[in-house]
Each structure stands twice: as structure tokens, then as C-alpha cells.
């Protein structure tokens, strides 16, 4: 039998404490990102809304990611307030500032820092994904195995947005999960991304780039997974036919930056895919190239 436990909304030092709010960086950043995140299937695949649920189970490791029936299931682009997250707290931590789940910025800083347009369009996308990251419920074992219990939370516990007279957007707080803070604040759960990972379009691309980041890293002998693996650990709901065709398609066009794949085939119809480092030639921190607007 585990034992759940729920931080939903929890806060530190009693019941009523506030959190102190991080007031985030404004200018360029390394690119940071979960490692648990990147190794498991906390996200919906697919730009259109998911209410299945993931559940992945793998000897002591289990996920179980729900959604709602107005949002569904968090997506792999939602994540990527989470990775601005991350690398606004790593950032501070590395630089001895002091942080806190409740993080104070403007919507503007956060779409700029993912690559999205400022437009009023990219606004509500950006509303709506935070919608969808307060009302995804998550229950792992990861980080809790040897207690046997599982920690649950969803990516965001609140938000709130402060506008002016006309609606215009002028501040956003949002306060996450301790499960998420706790492994950014320790180093050893922590990888940096190459920036363009915000220019990758399809979501088996975008969660294939996290998983050969997190698994090759910089091992000049890479390393492998058979396909039916990768499907198993992508929580896709696609046929698996067209999941292994999305990564031929990825293979064929090499598009996963500072890394190159490679698929070899086995009788009957084995496919295992390789994925190599290539050497750093630009970019070598994953810092984001600045806008032209800025």
C-alpha cells in the first residue's frame, strides 16, 4: 500500500504563511530543464486535447498524469513555462540569489524567452496553457521510492495575471508544485538545453530531443533505445505504426539540434534508434538568441 501525499497549494511554514515572491530575470538564460521530466511521460504528445490519461508503470516507477474534461492533459509545449521556470530559478541558485516557488513576471518575459510572438493571439495561448498546467493532477513515485508513497500535485498550484484598464497584461505570479522546485534546486536533476529546442514543432520531435538529452548527454558512444521502447516511454496515444513512422521522419531529417540519429533495422521489423552528440559549435551554454525586438 503507498501513501499519497498532496501539496496542492501547500505552503511552507503553516497553514495562511505566505510564499516571498522571486521577481525573475529579464535578460538572457541558459536553458534549463528536469531531468525527471525529461525521462518520463508527464505530457500530452499532440496539440489537441487529450483526456486520457498517461499512466506508466515501470518496475518501482510509476506516473499517473490526468487532465481535465474542459482542459485536458498539460501538452509538451505547455512545458515549456516550466523549462522558462527552471531556468530562472537555476539561475538565481548558481548565483546565490534566493528563490522561492512564487514567481513574479510578465507574460511578455515568458514568451520571449520560449521564441513565441508577443501578439494578443500568443497571450491567451499562453493563458490557456497555464490553465492546462493548474489543472493537470500528477501522482509519481519518482523522488519517493523508498518511502512508497506518491507524491501528487499539479505543475502549477495557482496563478494570477494583473492587467490595466483595457485588459492589457501587465504582471503574472504563479506558484509551483515543491515536487518541481526541489529538483531544480538540486543540481544533480538539472540538464541545460540548446536553445533551439523551442524552434522543434512536432511533440514526438520536441519529447524525443528531452530523452536523448537526458540519456546521451555528451557520451561520445551515445546511446540506444528500440522503438518500441521510445513508445512505451512516450505515454503517445498514436497507433504505433505512426509513431515509428514520425521517427523515421525525424532520423531522416536530422533535426534534433547537437545530435545525430541514426535507425538500424533488424529481421522481421526491429528498429532500434541511435543517438549521437555532435560537437558544440554555437550556443555552447543553450542560452536563447536574443530577439530582434529587444
Not at 53 to 75: C, N
Not at 178 to 205: H, K, P, Q, R
Request: charged fraction near 25%; proline fraction near 5%; aromatic fraction near 12%.
Amino acid at each position: 500500500m503507498r501513501e499519497v501525499v498532496s501539496t496542492q497549494g501547500a505552503l511552507p511554514g503553516g497553514v495562511g504563511e505566505p510564499l516571498a515572491a522571486f521577481r525573475t530575470f529579464a535578460s538572457d538564460l541558459a536553458v534549463r530543464d528536469s531531468q525527471d521530466l525529461m525521462a518520463y511521460p508527464f505530457f500530452s504528445l499532440g496539440k489537441s486535447r487529450r483526456v486520457q490519461p498517461i499512466d506508466y508503470r515501470v518496475g518501482p516507477v510509476s506516473v499517473r498524469v490526468e487532465g481535465t474534461l474542459e482542459h485536458g492533459l498539460a501538452t509538451i509545449w505547455d512545458a515549456d513555462v516550466l523549462i522558462w521556470a527552471a531556468s530562472q530559478i537555476v539561475e538565481a541558485r548558481d548565483a546565490g540569489i534566493p528563490t522561492s516557488r512564487r514567481l513574479a513576471t510578465t507574460p511578455y518575459e515568458i514568451l520571449t524567452f520560449t521564441g513565441r510572438g508577443t501578439s494578443s493571439r500568443d497571450y491567451q495561448r499562453l493563458r490557456a496553457a497555464l490553465d492546462r498546467l493548474q489543472s493537470t493532477s500528477i501522482a509519481t513515485s519518482i523522488r519517493q521510492v523508498r518511502e512508497r508513497r506518491l507524491h501528487r500535485f499539479s505543475w502549477i498550484n495557482e496563478w494570477t495575471e494583473r492587467a490595466d484598464g483595457e485588459g492589457r497584461p501587465l504582471g503574472l505570479e504563479l506558484i509551483l508544485p515543491d515536487w518541481f522546485y526541489a529538483g531544480l534546486i538540486d543540481a544533480s536533476f538539472v540538464l541545460t538545453l540548446d536553445a533551439a529546442y523551442f524552434g522543434l514543432t512536432g511533440g514526438i520531435e520536441r519529447w524525443l530531443y528531452r530523452l536523448v538529452r537526458k540519456h546521451a548527454g555528451r557520451q561520445i558512444a551515445g546511446w540506444q533505445f528500440d522503438f518500441r521502447h521510445l513508445y512505451r516511454k512516450s505515454g503517445s496515444i498514436a497507433r504505433f505504426s505512426d509513431f515509428a513512422l514520425d521517427l523515421r521522419r525525424i532520423a531522416e531529417r536530422q533535426s534534433l539540434p547537437g545530435y545525430r540519429l541514426a535507425i538500424s533495422r533488424a529481421y522481421p521489423r526491429d528498429e532500434t534508434l541511435f543517438f549521437y552528440p555532435l560537437p558544440i559549435v554555437a550556443h555552447p551554454h543553450g542560452r536563447r538568441p536574443r530577439s530582434p525586438c529587444e
